[in-house]
């Protein structure tokens, strides 16, 4: 059964991704970043950022998400939510997902994927095709 992203499921990926920032491996920047993905049979895969010595090899909370589903077979996705801001600290501001992330979801979504911003009590809602328009995707090497 298709799932729908009622207010609620999305209050609740949201909620998935203000939980997730614990996972943050931050201590380069001290900005700690979650995010939850909801897949087409209503799993949830969570990720954190995993920052690295050598700064280059940090992941994205975003990836690692994606990561986590893909490696596991999953490559269908609704929505994302997504939180960041000082790591020890409530999220004072939305943070909105680094292009190379936006990039990761153009391989697996559909322009209608949905990119939620979350902070405690507030989000907000854009699509993928709102955040990266006019973009590179599978359908041009087709
Ligand atoms: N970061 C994310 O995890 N997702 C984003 O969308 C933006 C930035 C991380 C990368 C790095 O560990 C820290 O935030 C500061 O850039």
Known sequence: MAIELTKEVLENLAAKAIEARDSAYCPYS?????AALLDINGNVWTGGNIENAAYGPTNCAERT?????????VRDFLAIAVAGGKAGEAPASFC??????????????MDDFKVILAKPG????????EILPVSFSPRDLA
Request: net charge negative; with cysteine; hydrophobic share 45%.
């Open 30 to 34: 001290g900005f700690a970043v979650g």
């Open 65 to 73: 998400a994606f990561f986590k589903a893909v490696s596991e077979g």
């Open 96 to 109: 909105a997902p680094c292009g190379v992330c936006r990039q990761v979801m153009r391989e697996f979504c």
């Open 122 to 129: 507030e989000m907000d809602v854009y699509t993928l095709s």
